[in-house]
Nanobody
Framework: QVQLVESGGGLVQAGGSLSLSCAAS????????MGWSRQAPGKQRELVAGITSVGMTNYADSVKGRFTISRDNAKNTVYLQMNNLKPEDAAVYYC???????????????WGQGTQVTVSS
């Protein structure tokens, strides 16, 4: 089984910063892309940022220039540094990873349990 455990999040004032991390554990062959999504009340889950195993990144337009995604492949961990937070960034943030459990098996997507980010104006 593969588990993703998130940490970080919390309450911050608008303009402030928060850092999230998500560590993958369990038995697997490799991790391909990793990423972060978020879901605000009454809204659909949206992709925030993604990163490939070789460090190529992509971001939602709404967070470009403010958020930075990174990963440590040795630790099977993905990070999200969030700067200049806005009230509209408030949501539950979920990490995800495309994990190949065996070399001959296609990758499957796993999700973390979510962590709350609250931004006060």
């Amino acid at each position: 089984q593969v588990q993703l455990v998130e940490s970080g999040g919390g309450l911050v004032q608008a303009g402030g910063s928060l850092s999230l991390s998500c560590a993958a554990s369990g038995s697997f062959y490799s991790i391909e892309t990793m990423g972060w999504s978020r879901q605000a009340p009454g809204k659909q889950r949206e992709l925030v940022a993604g990163i490939t195993s070789v460090g190529m990144t992509n971001y939602a337009d709404s967070v470009k220039g403010r958020f930075t995604i990174s990963r440590d492949n040795a630790k099977n961990t993905v990070y999200l540094q969030m700067n200049n937070l806005k009230p509209e960034d408030a949501a539950v943030y979920y990490c995800n990873a495309n994990v190949r459990r065996r070399s001959w098996v296609s990758a499957s997507t796993y999700w973390g349990q979510g962590t709350q980010v609250t931004v006060s104006s």
